[in-house]
């Protein structure tokens, strides 16, 4: 079984950058970070990769296809960078969501990185209404959990959480750990993501964690308003807080927020807990 291991999420301001140095001297910034604090998991937000639209010239008056048509000159260095930062720093990065072009259609994807190996890509399942009625993003691919040395981590992307079989189908997979990557522009949205996240937490007894982007970015209209707060998430049960929450961010302030996830209280809980959600599961059909 893994071992115990501190994790980090982002509670991610989308920033105007001048030049892609920048960029990658201010997300190398963010990684050392959590590496230093001794955080093995970093987990970024959905879209956060929507920041770099500020490198384009003229993107203010782009309408929202041609920035997302624009976007795909950043894909491959987007990647490249986090990979070669997981590298450098011997951490394994949920990376920021990036509307990537596939196929004709763009998907939501966000790439899982470890140190010593290929990118895991992970597509959001389920569109938001404002992603499939005014800004074209399609439906990804179902995917099971990454296995890495952490264990098997499934991905949730924002409003895929709010869905209970699709994470459903993760913890059948093995997945210990549901990493949530979010962005949200209301309050009410936000709550709406976490109450998702506390509740796949308890049904299937397994850690979740929200990362959000924060802070308002009015030249990126696609993320214009961010609110939201990074959250660490378990089942209300044996070994774990009564209310369920390892670790909670303040609402709206950039930084990361960390907390230990250890496998085996996940198993114990899954095994010994008060009550069994995760293997009383099929009994509700």
Known sequence: ?????????????????????????????WVAAGAQAGARLLVFPEYAAMELISLVPGHRNLTLADQLAAMQDF???YLDLHCSLARTYGVHILAGSFPVKRDGLFR??????SPDGPPAIREKRIMTRFEREEWGISPGEDAP?????????GVAICYDSEFPLLVRRQAEAGAQVILAPSCT????GYWRVRIA???RALENQCIVVQAPTVGRADWCPAVDENIGAA?????PDSGFPDNGVLALGELNKPGWIYADIDPAAIAAVRTEGKVLNHKHWPEQF
């Open 197 to 199: 996240c506390q509740a």
């Open 185 to 188: 522009d209301t309050l009410a």
């Open 231 to 235: 959250g660490f998430f378990a089942p």
């Open 75 to 77: 894909a491959a260095p």
């Open 1 to 29: 079984m893994p071992s115990r291991f501190k994790a980090a999420a982002a509670q991610y301001p989308i920033t105007a950058y001048r030049s892609w140095r920048e960029y990658a001297e201010a997300l190398e910034g």
């Open 108 to 113: 939501n994807a966000a790439a899982f990185i």
């Open 145 to 153: 959990p990454v296995e890495c040395e952490l264990g098997r981590i």
